[in-house]
Each structure stands twice: as C-alpha cells, then as structure tokens.
C-alpha cells in the first residue's frame, strides 16, 4: 500500500525512492508486525481469558502437559492479522504472488479458527473432522495452484538441488504437487505445535531462510551466477516473509516457556501451508525437506508410530510426535524446545549454503 501510494513520489523527493527496496520494505514488514504483536499481545491474552478460550488437552498426552489446561489458545489470529496487515501496509500488492501467499495464509488460517473455536464448544480437543479439514485444505491449495499455474503462466518444471541439469516437467501433474507441498507442510507445522515455542522458532528460521531464497529467485543476476531458478517477481515473498518472521517473534515473546498463549490451528496450519507455498514460488520445494527439517522429523515419527503399531503391535516411540518421547525419557520441556531450534537453525544454515554448493 505505502509502496503504491509513495514510491511514486520519488522523482519529487529522493527520499521515497528507498520504497523500491526489497530488502528495506522486508524490515520494515518485519518491525511493522512485530510491533503490533507487542502492542496488542497482552491484550489479546486478556480478552481470551475473559472468553475462557483455553487450551484443550488432550488426556492420552503427557501428564505433565496438564497443568497448562486452560491457557489461552488462538494466538495464532493475531500473527495471521499482523503478518497480512504488515504485508499490505510495505508490499508491493499489484505482484499476484503477494496476493496468492496472503490467500494461503487467510484461508488456512480460517480452517484452524473454525477447527479451534469448536474445540471450545465441543470443551474436547477434537475439532473438524479430519476429513472436513483435510477437503478445506486441499480445495484452498488448488485454488491457489490455479491462479500461479494459469493466470500467472507458472512454469512446471521442478528443480532439483545439485543437478542443475535436471528440470523434469510436471505439467499439470505439477498442481497435485503444489497441493501435497502446501497441505503436507500445513499439517507438519501442526504437529510440531506441541511445546511451548517449539514450533515458532523453526518457524523463524525457515521463514527468514525463504525471504533470501524469494531475494535470490526474483534477481535475474543473482539467479543466474547461483544457477538457480530465476522467477521474475518473486522477490516481493520476502516482504510477506519479513512480516510472517516479525508476527512470529512477536508471538514468540508470550510463547516462550512457559507460554502465556498458544498460537493453535489457527496459527499452526496457516503457517505451514505459507511456508509450503513460499517453497513452491522460490522453486525451492524439495529443500523444504531441509529448511523444515524439523517438520519433517516430527510428521515421519508419527507415520513410523502408527505403521509400526499396526504391522506389530508395538511403538517404535514411547510417544508420537517425536518431542513427546524426548519428554517422556527424561528431557525437560526447555531442553526439547531450544535443541529442536538449534536443529532447526544448523539445517537453515545448511540450506543456504546450498546456494553456491550449486
């Protein structure tokens, strides 16, 4: 918005020509949003106790995890709220690949409201059912998958990191591929949001990762001495990346242990389909196998879980997801938390140096 009304006014004052700026809008979103979470954190904490919109737990979890009945849940409406006013206030918001990533953010996070808030009615943690939210979220995808692959004339190849030369094109098998990447990273985010902060701070670190993948992609120079995909546009993701990363750490500030407020599905599934999608943009999916390392980990731990009991009748685990066993043998809530964030920060790092490794 500021960008459209603004830059504009650069030929008359030299000032406004740092609009054009990517990278100074991207910290200008990052502040924006951070700030409003600082603002009016404390006042949302307060009206979702006085509404008595606590957290649900779930009584198979473990014991410990009682004594945080009751906390206030659905901080995750005032990161989606600050992350897309953020996003409107510095980003350029002719560029459709704002638009669609404000879509995804918006739409699931409508999912986890409407997931949360009948939890609260129900007073159990079972909310939509899992076919309900799954058909909701695979019907967003697609129509997100729509818009980049028809109107926007998205190409659909797939790049492959460190083959350089391998470019397979999906065709329009590449919008299944688009659900999957968005859908399977909302509902991996979901079931890392399990301790205080454990998911907002890979959070941070893969959405910080991706605004320099979205910088590299949408600078044709830099595209092309990195041999990476080059994608005309997509630099303005590391606006809305900036403003997710400011939400985030502004959340993070009443998240972390022990936490005042849990972000819920709200937050949880419109984060992970966000970062799904920005993976999709930056052509960097498959890296979000790395960048998310720690999604991943935790989604491969409850598959293994319930094959295993199936096929054999035992648990590979003593809890799924994984931050449950780690507890359960002993760890301290803390200790689970920030050693998953320095994962989290080595598998960022690795997957940047990927960058010139091409």
Known sequence: MLYQFLYPLHDHFPLFHVFKYITFRSLAALLTSMGIYFIFGKRWIRFLTRQHLGQIIREEGPK?????????????????????????????????YVVLSLWILFSFGTIGFIDDYRKFLRKHNTGLTARAKMGLQIIFALAAGY???????????????????????????????????????????????????????????????????????????????????????????????????????????????????????????????????????????????????VFVLETLSVITQVISFKLTGKRIFRMAPIHHHFELKGWAEPKVIVRFWIISLILGILSLSTLKLR
Not at 203 to 218: C, D, H
């Open 64 to 96: 410990s995890h009682l004594s945080k009945k009751g906390t206030p849940t659905m901080g995750g409406v005032l990161i989606v709220a600050a992350a897309i006013f953020s996003t409107l206030l510095w980003g350029n918001l002719t560029n459709l």
């Open 147 to 293: 818009f980049l692959l028809g109107p926007l004339h998205y190409e659909k190849e797939l790049y492959v990191p460190f083959l350089k030369w391998v470019h397979p094109d999906l065709g329009w098998f590449y919008l299944i591929f688009i659900v999957f990447v968005v859908v399977g990273a909302s509902n991996a985010v979901n079931l890392t949001d399990g301790l205080d902060g454990l998911a907002s701070g890979p959070s941070i670190v893969a959405f910080v990762t991706y605004a320099i993948f979205a910088y590299v992609a949408g600078n044709i120079k830099l595209a092309t001495y990195l041999q990476v995909a080059s994608v005309p546009g997509a630099g303005e993701i590391a606006v809305f990346c900036g403003a997710v990363v400011g939400a985030l750490i502004g959340f993070l500030w009443y998240n972390s242990y022990p936490a005042e407020i849990f972000m819920g599905d709200v937050g949880s599934l419109s984060l992970g389909a966000s970062l799904g999608w920005v993976a999709v943009v930056t052509k960097n999916e498959i890296l979000l196998l790395i960048v998310g390392g």
